[in-house]
Nanobody
């Protein structure tokens, strides 16, 4: 059973940066595609970015507005997938989740993943 744990969320001022981490204690993420998703209360969960397994590492970004500011990466040695978020805006305020599956969703609204973390909250406010 893959258990995913997110960390790195918090309160940040507009224009600031955060780096979210996703890891799975005791379980290798190397063979999984890992995606970052976010959800604002009252809205549907949406894809942010996804990276294929460590042998391919191909990245899919789901939003032009986030693609220029957010970067997904994988550190195999640390068994961790990161989401570096720069130039954060108030509209980026959301609960951010990481999820694992054998492949990345094709469409931004496709949240079909096999395993999910509980999320880490990001609040962008002055």
């Amino acid at each position: 059973q893959v258990q995913l744990v997110e960390s790195g969320g918090g309160l940040v001022q507009p224009g600031g940066s955060l780096r979210l981490s996703c890891t799975s204690p005791g379980f290798s993420l190397d063979y999984y595609a890992i995606g970052w998703f976010r959800q604002v209360p009252g809205k549907e969960r949406e894809g942010v970015s996804c990276i294929l397994d460590s042998t391919r590492n191909r990245i899919t970004d789901y939003s032009d507005s986030m693609k220029d500011r957010f970067t997904i990466s994988r550190d195999v040695a640390k068994n961790t997938v990161y989401l570096q978020m720069n130039n954060l805006k108030p509209e980026d305020t959301a609960l951010y989740f990481c999820a694992a599956a054998w492949g990345c969703p094709v469409l931004p609204g496709d949240i079909t993943m096999d395993y999910w973390g509980k999320g880490t909250r990001v609040t962008v406010s002055s």
